[in-house]
């Protein structure tokens, strides 16, 4: 589905988003450790990272990926995301024409990680994207989740002199990256 | 009107940072959302938003029944209740009971209305807002000044100033640092706090779910880290089913900051788990206060289908000047208005519903299709009627309601005038007077009213005929207008009639709440006017044009008066305003225009009962354009000139900079005529363009094309 991919990019980028597309897992987390190199993980207050394990992780020596980069964990805690700066969580669906990931967001390892770090890498499935919001919700539903969270591009507000600033109490950067293999979870 | 409410209004126009920031946004804001909305069917949007808030605004018991079984169903604790202060006692006990000492609010426009935050910080609690503009504005110890953009008021520097008071420390007013210190000293409360609370946009009856939309995050921390939430949830708020919040979700961001989405949307259904593994102890308060009431009033049940979404604001030529402190409470700008009325009470917006200047923008872009001005003219009606005119108005209205003593004091003042009249205006007025010419120099009353000029046209005989309603502007003061209609229907091979008998169309009683003096000219109007076997009853005059046509018989229903409908929907069907029927005549080929004519470079302003209310805007360009006249469009065409009949002398300081920002409009074009349609409009423009000196000639349409017309058939 290149069309929606690149509805989703163009919109997703407009509200400052970056897209990254995969064709292969072991690609996405080759990339995934360049970025929580690059952004200097460490076992330092304020420099971990923590990652919320999905379909991603499924046969990864997380201990392993742990030893490569030290300040990352697994085990998900309100004091573990907020002395983090990068948050990793898997969404399961993403709407085209605005941009938008969505995901059930109950289970609140979810919510920490994307909400409290700076920087918020969501991973997910090229097919899971919808065309639009009424497609989404046709698979997810309020009776099945208990927090939906809708996510469209990093935390923003206009509230002094309306200039645009990024990054308020949530994430000021976005970072999505699709995986073609992933398949739908 | 009250010294202090004037006051508000002198210090608001003329605090530059307030009318240049809302100035500024206001026009990046009808690109911004025209942007957003393309490829979107407004309209459609926009009318399954009325019907499923209209349906919910029907149904607001049985909703919050079905709302309240499926919340708890799914282990939520629902309050429902119609009395603010228990909502403040409830969530008082609440955190009593739970031993809360520190609170964080994201933002909810409920719990400002029932003054939430001072009862708790009363009982010893310390309450934070979390949205950034809530925050700052918390800090200043002031009111939001605007429903989206709370804090739009103030520069970077006070923010910066209200910031260092609170660290402590000399802060720069870099816009990014200031944010990030923000989210600094906010997260260390989010992290403390033992309650959430939120407000909702959209409350599901049928999964009992709410859902919250936010950009800044702040409102996922809320709902997340305290282990209790507590939602504030106004009852209109409630949908029936699910797919409802679609056409929301649709509008509230593209009509309120112009985004697609806003950063966040989350829906809340039932506890979910806390960062430690419990279960949420989430309380969703209904909160009725007066809301019911509303929906049991006819006329006023559709205010329930507003989103808050504060478009309404965002296109007012008047809030853009004023800002949201003049209307002294929670809600602002129109909406503001009609739910300050209701949740507050009447007498409250006795002051603030002046400010509605009718130019209907809001109506063209109100995503819960409520019908702002109508109901704001209403609470006039009910003010009045509660409170009486004052004397000036009963004895204006007494002169309008006895047609041979208004038109005398008419003639008579054509006399009386003379010291002060040149060139057809009226430049300075002695004493008390003089304020009514500061900005705008007023039209001399004409020596020979239309009603006598009239008499003297000599037209050809025809068996078609048109009756034509002339107005008071024309009559009186621009009679030239009237003399240019006759000429182009006769020239389609209509004969004129005017019946003596017409008089003032009742619009300026109507406008200040006298609905019963306009119940009096409409059927004056309607006996004249139907007198006659006329095709049609044609008005040059916009205003006129509207209550002929639609007002007479809201004034009729809202007075209960409805044995007069019938008749005043039998004039409606003959009533049209003069460019649309003059380019119907051209479209069927018994007016001709002399084309081919290069003629001199003008621009049109759209007057705003002939735009929005007639939704005539192409008929006079496409008439001026075949006539040969190069019409340049000038930036915002169709904003309100600030006239608005009696407003203009009612609140002059907010008429004056309304008819600056159009003048220079207008001559930024470089056209050296401005067309319009309406002799109000046309009033107000020449008067100002006569003080200003720009040399730019003001002309009626009708004026402008009326040499311009070949001769026509003979019939």
Known sequence: MPHLFDTFKTRAEAVSAEVHR???????????????????????????????????????????????????????????????????????????????????????????????????????????????????????????????????????????????????????????????????? | MATAFKESIHTAVNNANLTGALGRFSEAYRVGRAKAYEGIDFEEVRGRIAEVKGYAAGHLDELAGIFTKNAEARGATVFRTSDPHAVNQYILNLARENGVKSVVKSKSMASEEIHLNQRLEEAGLTVNETDLGEWIVQLAGERPSHMVMPAIHLTKEQVADIFSKEVNERLAADIPALVKLARNELRTKFLNAEMGISGANIAVAETGSIVIVTNEGNARLVTTLPKTHVAIV??????????????????????????????????????????????KNLHIVLMDNHRTQMADDPMFKEALQCIRCASCLNVCPVFRLVGGHVFG????????????????????????????????????????????????????????????????????????????????????????????????????????LSDLCEFRSLPAV??????????????????????????????FAYPETGEAVVKVLNKAGFQVVFPEEQTCCGAPARFSGAYEVAAGNATANIDALLKEDAAYVVSACPTCTVALKHDFTKTFVSLGMAEHVPRAAALAAKVIDFSTLAKKLVDEGRLTLAEGNHLAKITYHDSCHLKKTLKADRAPRELLGKAGYEVTEMFESDMCCGMGGSYSLKLPEISAPILRRKLTNIKSTGAAIVAMDCPGCAMQIRGGLDKDGAPIEVRHTAELIADRILPGPTR
């Not at chain 1, 097919?127 to 009424?134: C, G, S, T, V």
């Not at chain 2, 020979?448 to 034509?468: C, G, M």
Request: glycine share 8%; net charge neutral; aromatic share 6%.
């Open chain 2, 329 to 432: 409470k929670t809600y602002t700008g129109g909406i503001g208005t009609i739910l300050t009325a209701w949740f507050d009470e009447l007498t409250k917006s006795e002051e603030i519903q002046g400010l509605c200047i009718q130019c209907g923008n809001c109506v063209d872009v109100c995503p819960g299709k409520v019908p702002i001005p109508d109901m704001i003219l209403e609470l006039r009606r009910r003010l009045a009627k509660q409170q009486g005119p004052s004397l000036k108005e009963k004895a204006a209205f007494g002169i309008v309601n006895n047609r041979r003593l208004f038109h005398a004091m008419l003639r008579a003042a054509s006399t009386v005038q003379k010291p002060f009249a040149k060139d057809g205006f009226i430049r300075h007025l002695p004493m008390f």
């Open chain 2, 234 to 279: 106004g009852v209109e708020k409630l949908v029936a089913h699910f797919t409802d919040i679609l056409p929301i979700l649709t509008a509230l961001p593209r009509s309120a900051t112009a985004q697609l989405l806003t950063s966040y949307v989350s829906i809340i259904t039932g506890p979910s788990p806390n960062p430690d593994g419990s279960l």
């Open chain 1, 22 to 185: 995969f064709g292969l897992r072991g690609e996405a987390l080759d990339f995934i450790v360049d970025l929580l190199r690059a952004e200097g993980v460490a076992d330092a207050r304020g420099s971990r990272a923590v990652w919320v394990p999905g379909s991603l992780l499924d046969g990864v020596d997380r201990c392993r990926l742990r030893e490569q980069i030290p300040g990352l964990t697994f085990h998900v805690t309100q004091e573990a995301a907020e002395a983090s700066k990068v948050g990793i969580t898997q969404m399961e669906w993403a709407i085209a024409n605005t941009g938008t990931l969505v995901t059930d967001a109950a289970p609140v390892e979810r919510r920490l990680a994307s909400a409290l770090p700076v920087i918020h890498v969501a991973v997910l499935a090229t097919d899971a994207i919808e065309p639009d919001m009424p497609a989404v919700l046709t698979r997810i539903h309020p009776d099945r989740s208990g927090y939906i969270s809708m996510i469209t591009g990093p935390s923003r507000t206009a509230d002094i002199e309306r200039v645009l600033t990024i990054g308020v109490h949530g994430p000021s950067r976005l970072v999505i990256v699709f995986i073609d293999e992933l398949g739908r979870n």
């Open chain 2, 446 to 475: 004409a020596e020979v009213p239309f009603r006598d000029r009239f008499l003297k046209i000599r037209q050809p005989a025809s068996k078609e005929k048109v009756a034509f309603y002339a107005g008071c502007l024309i009559d």
